[in-house]
DNA sequence: CAATCTATTGACAACGTTGTCAATAAAATC
DNA sequence: GATTTTATTGACAACGTTGTCAATAGATTG
């Protein structure tokens, strides 16, 4: 430890920068050399100081992922996939919380930019809803790959999953068991995910023909608490719903569990479905049915395309959207068991 | 942007030295000159480039948490925590994947102290089950901070949880409802905490003079699949036990759903229970009865004594158990009901 | 065989900080 | 008032890489 490359020309006989060249495979080194200077590296255990290297590249080499303070716990299970894209491309993967509209975050943002720290950012929902960070980081110059952000106007590229089509898919599934006044739990107007989703919704009953009942569409946030509440304000109200749509697994999971703690068979009485496929819904039972969302396909790509674009590959497209699918598992089942209740 | 110590110190109108010791904080200012640093620095948005720093410092302020590339999603709830801490003693915190025997795993990781890129760690079970991450790191004198070591001799400082205890604690609830045929299912022998936790369960028993039926603990790796086949085997058998112990919250979900699955009613037929209250226990229904292990302060307290290690401050204690304490839910209730199956 | 071109190699500056130490100015002591 | 001490300041080297460019050796051409 603490070898430098000078130790390792003076062992192969030398200059430094000829242990440069082998160490970054440029030519203009014979083979006997190259060969020698390598044997050096090996028998020294030299590997090069990244921070003498970051400042004479002046690249930090590192991308930070910014992340909402109090994001979904499942979600990280996105992680490792995308540690090892950071191992392949040898880039550092920094995370970050960040909270909109708090000076600290705003703070160590620029710090982070300012500092040289960081060549790239990828944000996530719903940390940028006011757009600060794509502004800060547009004027500033440096690359941003969004993950379904709410304004899509601009000129940052983002990776986004098609919310509209998942939720529409699902509603159709939920009309095609027959069930009618189906249920659904909205979240935040600042989720772009969210606002789409209600709006696939809508025009599932629409194409249907089945009139949008607006007492069934409840505002709620994405969190455990805020679809038990929610649930349990529905189903004590007279006629009940046959089915129960949440706009997100979290919700789905706070939905059912008031619906079972309340005596509800679910699915013979009531059916109940999320969206986004977080790990646990296989877990629960009755497993959740629900919309799957390539959730940690979509963080992949994101520092791929960010990765790429540091690395000079010009961006080929601006928008990423990536398709979801229905997931059925048991918490929904065919209306006309409801003829016991 | 861009700018550089050279052009705060020269709006200020003195030496690059000074603005320096303005940015550290250094005495040997005069106030009048030190305001009119600071108001350069403002004026020009500068802010200091950290790998110069780093480079001149000989030192990376960058941390490694060590993870198992399969960690437990929830497990990643801690994030937010630690990066919080990073934050105020400005150290930059990595995650890396690191899988014990790897090639890949270990090149990275003398690469990572070999570059100089990394000032210490933290490992997390069962990363460094064989000890190789903790022998290299003491060879090249690099500070480390295990998570529930399961060799704990040696000099390493760690931070653990209080497994046996808890286990036993689990078990004596469960023989105080009026449970006698207890199932328990273990956990990998190469993990610290499941070979405790085995041991606790055991204690609780002979404590109350209840014969160990060795056909009663089912080996199970702690995964929901793992927790799924053994408890449909345990339930399959006669005479079927009276409540089964998952040594991890993983586990008892894949029994709570065979057991569901299978048509028995938890708690009413059969009490469920596991380990390590992980967010989801509590958003499943029934309510998953778990002791609770304070996972993220494990991670939170092993990242600060890190710190601190590499501030300089003299270790304290190398020990550090946390203690747990039994989280009831609605998963257990006493025997009786029983009767009815 | 001289002249040109090409491939290899190394000396040295640069990157933007911090650390060392000497120079100066101001204050305190005798 | 001369001398010592103390506080302030800056010139310059150092950290360990990479980039520029000139020097050399070898191959190719006329």
Request: proline share 6%; charged share 20%; net charge positive.
């Given at each position: 430890?603490?070898?430098?490359?000078?130790?390792?020309?003076?062992?192969?006989?030398?200059?430094?920068?000829?242990?440069?060249?082998?160490?970054?495979?440029?030519?203009?080194?014979?083979?006997?050399?190259?060969?020698?200077?390598?044997?050096?590296?090996?028998?020294?255990?030299?590997?090069?100081?990244?921070?003498?290297?970051?400042?004479?590249?002046?690249?930090?080499?590192?991308?930070?992922?910014?992340?909402?303070?109090?994001?979904?716990?499942?979600?990280?299970?996105?992680?490792?996939?995308?540690?090892?894209?950071?191992?392949?491309?040898?880039?550092?993967?920094?995370?970050?919380?960040?909270?909109?509209?708090?000076?600290?975050?705003?703070?160590?943002?620029?710090?982070?930019?300012?500092?040289?720290?960081?060549?790239?950012?990828?944000?996530?929902?719903?940390?940028?809803?006011?757009?600060?960070?794509?502004?800060?980081?547009?004027?500033?110059?440096?690359?941003?790959?969004?993950?379904?952000?709410?304004?899509?106007?601009?000129?940052?590229?983002?990776?986004?999953?098609?919310?509209?089509?998942?939720?529409?898919?699902?509603?159709?599934?939920?009309?095609?068991?027959?069930?009618?006044?189906?249920?659904?739990?909205?979240?935040?107007?600042?989720?772009?995910?969210?606002?789409?989703?209600?709006?696939?919704?809508?025009?599932?009953?629409?194409?249907?023909?089945?009139?949008?009942?607006?007492?069934?569409?409840?505002?709620?946030?994405?969190?455990?608490?805020?679809?038990?509440?929610?649930?349990?304000?529905?189903?004590?109200r007279q006629p009940a719903p046959d089915a129960i749509f949440a706009g997100h697994d979290t919700?789905?999971?706070?939905?059912?569990?008031?619906?079972?703690?309340?005596?509800?068979?679910?699915?013979?009485?009531?059916?109940?479905?999320?969206?986004?496929?977080?790990?646990?819904?296989?877990?629960?039972?009755?497993?959740?049915?629900?919309?799957?969302?390539?959730?940690?396909?979509?963080?992949?790509?994101?520092?791929?395309?960010?990765?790429?674009?540091?690395?000079?590959?010009?961006?080929?497209?601006?928008?990423?959207?990536?398709?979801?699918?229905?997931?059925?598992?048991?918490?929904?089942?065919?209306?006309?068991?409801?003829?016991?209740?």
């Amino acid at each position: 430890m603490g070898t430098t490359i000078k130790d390792v020309a003076r062992m192969a006989g030398c200059s430094i920068k000829t242990v440069s060249r082998v160490i970054n495979n440029e030519p203009h080194v014979t083979q006997e050399l190259r060969k020698k200077v390598q044997a050096a590296i090996r028998a020294l255990g030299y590997s090069p100081n990244i921070s003498a290297r970051r400042l004479a590249r002046n690249k930090a080499y590192m991308v930070c992922i910014l992340l909402y303070p109090g994001f979904d716990p499942p979600a990280a299970g996105l992680l490792p996939r995308v540690l090892d894209i950071g191992y392949d491309e040898n880039y550092d993967i920094l995370f970050q919380s960040y909270f909109p509209a708090l000076s600290r975050s705003r703070n160590k943002l620029v710090e982070l930019i300012g500092g040289r720290r960081i060549d790239g950012f990828v944000s996530t929902p719903p940390c940028d809803a006011d757009g600060f960070v794509a502004d800060l980081l547009t004027t500033y110059k440096v690359p941003l790959v969004q993950i379904d952000p709410f304004d899509r106007s601009g000129s940052t590229p983002y990776v986004a999953g098609d919310d509209f089509q998942g939720a529409r898919a699902m509603t159709e599934y939920l009309i095609g068991l027959g069930h009618r006044r189906i249920a659904f739990l909205a979240g935040a107007r600042n989720l772009r995910s969210s606002v789409e989703r209600l709006a696939g919704y809508r025009a599932a009953l629409a194409a249907h023909a089945i009139p949008v009942e607006e007492r069934l569409i409840e505002p709620s946030e994405f969190t455990f608490d805020g679809g038990y509440t929610a649930a349990r304000l529905l189903l004590a109200r007279q006629p009940a719903p046959d089915a129960i749509f949440a706009g997100h697994d979290t919700a789905a999971y706070g939905a059912l569990f008031a619906a079972q703690e309340g005596g509800w068979q679910v699915p013979r009485q009531l059916s109940v479905c999320g969206f986004n496929d977080l790990t646990l819904s296989r877990y629960i039972w009755p497993g959740l049915t629900t919309v799957h969302q390539p959730a940690d396909r979509m963080l992949e790509q994101a520092v791929r395309l960010l990765i790429d674009l540091l690395n000079g590959k010009p961006l080929e497209q601006r928008e990423h959207i990536l398709a979801s699918r229905l997931e059925i598992r048991g918490s929904t089942a065919a209306r006309g068991g409801i003829a016991a209740g």
